[in-house]
C-alpha cells in the first residue's frame, strides 16, 4: 500500500500460508499462557503479555483478559468541535451517553495510521509486549487475539507482492477458518477498517467475494480508514449506558452498530434506501459517513427498541459436482456459512441455480414475534428471484440466473460480479442489520449459454483462459489453459464436451471421463501452485 510499511517476506508469507492462525499455532502452550492474568489497564494503554494469554480451545486463538478501571478522562479531545462532537458532549455531560470508558482500541500496522489517543481521550489503546509483537500477533489482520471489552481497530496495511495480493479484508474473506474467526469477532463486540488498497476500483472492479458485516473497509489506501475509526468510536460513545450494556450482555453489539453506521450514512434518507445496497456496500467511502446522524440515532436506541441480529441457514441448494459441473480437487462452491452471512462460488457451469434459506432460528432478546424482509442488494433484478415461503418471510427460494457484471451501487464507474441478497428482521422497532447471501462469480471466464428445448438456458461453451486485463483470484478461481464446448441430446441433456488447448482437442463425456479410443479414461484436475499467476489447473490421467 503506497506511504505504507512493507512487510518483511517472512510476515507476508504467514499472512498468505498461515494467514491468522499462524503466529500463535507456533507458540507452546508454556509461551501462550496457561492460566490468563488479567491485563490492567494505566493512563489509557493497556499492555498485552504473551505469557497471560490463553489458547481457546476452538480455533486456537488467545484469549486476553482484561480491566479497565474508571477515568475521568473527557469523552472528547478539545480540538473536536464539528455538531456531531458538539452533540455528543452534552449527551455525555446529561449523562445520557455512555462514553468510551471500558472500549479498547487496537492499533495493527505499527503507528502507521493510528487513531490519535488525544482525539478519544476515554478509549484504552492496545500494546503489545515484545514476545507478542516477535510472534506477530500486533500486526495486519485482526485474528490471533480476541478481547473480552468491546474493541475497535485498524490496520492500514495490505498484501502488495506475488500473485496473491489482496486487502486485509479479501484476506480475511477468502483464508481457511476466516469466516469463523471473524464471526467469533462479531459476536465479540471487535469491530475492524481496512482500506480496500485495489480491491475495489475501476481496474478490476470489486473483488470482494462476500459481502459480510464482520468489519468495514474503507475507499482507498493509507489513511482512509481513519474516518471509520472515528465514526465506530463515537458511536459507541453515543450509546445510552443500558443500552450499551444490553447489546454487550446479548452479543449483539457489533451487529448493532453496523446497523446504525450505516442506516446513518449520507446516500441512505429512508427506510428503503437502508433496505438497498445503498447502505450495504462491501466499501464504505470516509464522506459518505454522518456522524451527526450516528450519533443522534445511537442515543435513540434502548434496549426495547434495538433490533435482533439475524441468523440463518441454508436448507438446501443446487449442487455441483467436481469433475462435471466444475474442476479443481479440493475445491467447492461453498465458500463459507455462518449465521450471520453465507457466501457461495460460481464454479458449476450450470445456467441456474437455487437456494433455500431459512431465517427460523433468529431469535429477539425481547421475545417479540419476528417478521422479515428479503431484499436483492446487488445483482440483476430480472434474473434473480426471491419468493418469501410462508406469511413471516422465515425461509425463502432465492433462484438466480448467470448474469453479467453490473455496476456498484452508486459507483458506475466500478462493476461487481458478485449477487447480495440481504435478510432483515422487523421487530416493531429498527430494522436489523441484514443477514448478508453473496454469491460471487468468476469474472475472468467468458460463457456461452443458449436456450433448452423447455427454454431453460444451457451451457454451450466456457472459456477458462485468462485474458489480458482480466484477473482471477487464484485462491478462489485457478485458471486453466482450455476452452470447453458442450454437447446435448435433443432433449437438452449434457452428452459431453469437446475440449481445446495447448494439447489439441480432447473429448469427454457427461461422466467427466476422457473419451479415448480404447475406452473412457478418468481424469483428474489437480490444482497446482504456479509463481506468476498462483494457481493454475492441470489434467491428469488417472487409472481406474
Partial sequence: MSGSPKPDRRAVLRSLIGLALAPIAALSPARAGAAGAVSVANGGKILIRLADLVRMPVGGRLMARVRIPETGAPVLGPEMEGPAHKLLWKLVFEGRAAGNAGDLYENRDRDHSRLPAASHPQLTHVYYDAPAREAGLDYGLAGPVIFDAPLIGNSSTAIGVGPLWRSQARLALTMPLGATLLYQNYLAGQMHVYPEHRDHDPEFGDLFPANTPFFLVSQGSSYTDRPHLEALAMILAALRPETKAYLIENQILSATVQMILRRSLIPVLSREAYLSGQAHPSVIPGDHLNLSRMVSLANAMTPETVPPMVRMVVVSETQGVEGVDFFGEGLSEALFDTPVAIARLWRSHVARRTMVVSAETTRDPQGRELRFLWRLLRGDPERTRIEPLDDRGLRARITVDWQSPRAVPGRPEILSNRIDIGVFAESGGFDSMPGLISIYLPQHETRVYA?????????????????????????????????????HDASGALVGWDRTGPDGTLSFGADGRRITPDGPRRVRHKVEQDAKIGARIVLEESPD
Fill in 451 to 487: 436456450p433448452g428445448p423447455d427454454g431453460v438456458p444451457r451451457i454451450a461453451s466456457r472459456d477458462f483462459r485468462l485474458a489480458p486485463g482480466r484477473y482471477a483470484d487464484p485462491v478462489l478461481f485457478p485458471v486453466a489453459e482450455w476452452r470447453d464446448d458442450y454437447r
